[in-house]
């Protein structure tokens, strides 16, 4: 006969699986709640004191951590000493074990809960056992999932129980304690934190920080305001990212991950009344971050439309006062310095991918102007706006600014053409000095056509592409200066 010992908090089908244990020659060991709720199903189990001739302590905290149960379990039974061992102590083998943990991440979800709650969901019997059988694979079956249960016992009705199944076995085992693990530190680190939902309520979601620096999203200080949601995170992380391009008083708008209004200013004050006209309409219900404190006279301006969450180095006292008389408006503190060598990673079926930030600078004294025409200095400004923005939206992205104010956005197209007319078409103004950004090349004259007939005299763009020379002999055409950059900018 073999043994088996059932240790679970999750007791799906673990009645039914214990009695197919027995049906195939097993004797069932059980700890507590295990062993219960097996007695109350009439099922013949035998408590893991036998095994260890010691009575559960400390309110269960003591009952397996014990030689009688461990070295059974360890023994590596190709070696003669060992087997020798478990004999001169009347140790018994241990065939398999089964043991899913302490409800932790289910205990921390609870709305309210005790740090002294926590801690006693911190499992510490049950992956010692786990591991030690994981470690043993060879000999030793450990299951931790219940989806396993009708596999294991399938293999062991027909002498399938082979070691190499007794090893994904193990895999799994490594991945369960691990992610339980992570779980705790995170949760003591203030490392993690259960959002309502993500970006729908069908959703879960969690927000894993990694770093705690004052320059983060995860580092800010929220100083008024309901808690973040999965979509407030990720627009203010896009936010956050553009505003710290800029040195001048800047304010950001951005909307569904988009920027719809930039502004820089002598004050900033006038950078967000840039910001705010550049795009009145898709600000509300937007997210704004500011490179400056948060002034009395610029809290007021905030107050009078509906923003989700405000961005900035600080709030002064008066401004917190005004912005509080709205319930739900999240304020937060973040240091502006801009971080040269962050990764970031985004998530795809079976992995991730790691990229560093695109974060790359380039100077007037670096482009080039690839027409017969030169900007103006007041194009060069634009240029410079709209370049800078450009990379904030998504690709096709299309960004039309003078030299203090996006003018229009065009994001997300699948084709540059859609982007540059949705920008045109969005404009506030359309003149000599607005200028177009382009975020990839322009391998078409049509872009360039489009931008000419609605009135566009300066673009912006990396070059790069073999159909260079029909782009700038459009511009030519038009009289259009073009300012090839050699570094482009998609963002998927």
């Known amino acids: 006969m073999k043994n088996a010992i059932l240790s679970v908090s999750d007791k799906t089908n673990i009645v039914e699986f214990a009695r197919n244990l027995i049906k195939n020659d097993y004797k069932v060991y059980s700890t507590g709640g295990t062993k219960k709720a097996l007695e109350e199903a009439n099922v013949e189990v035998y408590s893991v004191s036998e095994l260890t001739d010691f009575p559960e302590i400390m309110d269960g905290r003591v009952k397996t951590l014990h030689p009688g149960v461990h070295g059974g379990i360890l023994a590596n039974r190709s070696i003669p000493k060992h087997l020798s061992a478990l004999e001169e102590q009347g140790i018994d083998l241990i065939d398999l074990v089964v043991v899913n943990l302490y409800p932790f991440k289910e205990t921390i979800k609870k709305e309210n809960v005790t740090e002294e709650e926590a801690i006693e ?36 009705e027909n002498n399938e129980l082979d070691e190499n199944y007794r090893k994904s076995l193990m895999i799994k085992v490594f991945k369960h304690t691990n992610d339980y693990d992570n779980t705790i530190v995170e949760f003591f680190n203030d490392a993690s934190e259960e959002l309502r939902y993500g970006e729908n309520p069908q959703q879960n979601a969690t927000f894993v920080k990694t770093s705690q620096e004052p320059n983060t999203l995860a580092g800010a200080k929220q100083l008024h305001g309901k808690a973040l949601s999965f979509n407030n995170i990720k627009d203010a992380d896009a936010t956050l990212s553009l505003i710290k391009k800029f040195e001048q008083p800047a304010a950001v708008a951005v909307k569904h991950m988009n920027p719809c209004g930039v ?26 971050a500011l490179n400056r404190p948060v002034t009395k006279a610029l809290a007021e301006n905030l107050h009078s439309i ?24 999240r304020m937060l503190e973040i240091d502006m ?148 950059t050699g570094v482009r900018h998609f963002k998927h």
């Open 263 to 288: 502004g820089v200013g002598e004050t900033i004050e006038q950078a967000y009344e840039y910001a705010y006209e550049a795009d009145s309409q898709s600000i509300f219900g937007g997210i704004v």
């Open 121 to 156: 969901n911190i499992d510490i019997g049950g992956p010692t056992m786990l591991r030690a059988a994981a470690k043993n694979f060879k000999f030793v079956t450990t299951v931790v999932n219940p989806d396993d249960y009708e596999e294991v016992i399938r293999r062991i």
């Open 306 to 329: 509906f923003l989700e969450v405000v961005i900035a180095p600080h709030f002064e006292e008066e401004a917190l006062e005004v912005l509080k008389g709205k319930k739900n408006i």
């Open 337 to 484: 310095a801009e971080t040269k060598d962050e990764q970031e990673f985004v998530s795809v079926s079976g992995g991730y991918l790691v990229q560093d930030k695109d974060n790359a600078i380039i100077k007037r004294e670096d482009m080039k102007v690839v027409t017969d025409v030169e900007p103006s200095e007041e194009q060069w400004k634009a240029l410079e706006l709209a370049w800078k923005v450009v990379r904030s939206v998504k690709s096709n992205a299309i960004v039309l600014a003078n030299d203090y104010q996006t003018v229009g956005v065009g994001a997300g197209q699948m084709n540059r053409v859609g982007s540059a007319k949705i920008a045109i078409d969005r404009a506030i103004e359309m003149n000599d000095n607005v200028a177009l950004a382009s975020d990839g090349f322009f391998p078409m004259g049509d872009s360039v056509e489009t931008a000419a007939k609605a009135g566009i005299k300066t673009i912006i763009q990396p070059g790069g592409s073999i159909k260079d020379q029909e782009s700038i002999d459009m511009a030519n055409k038009y009289g259009i200066s073009m300012v090839f």
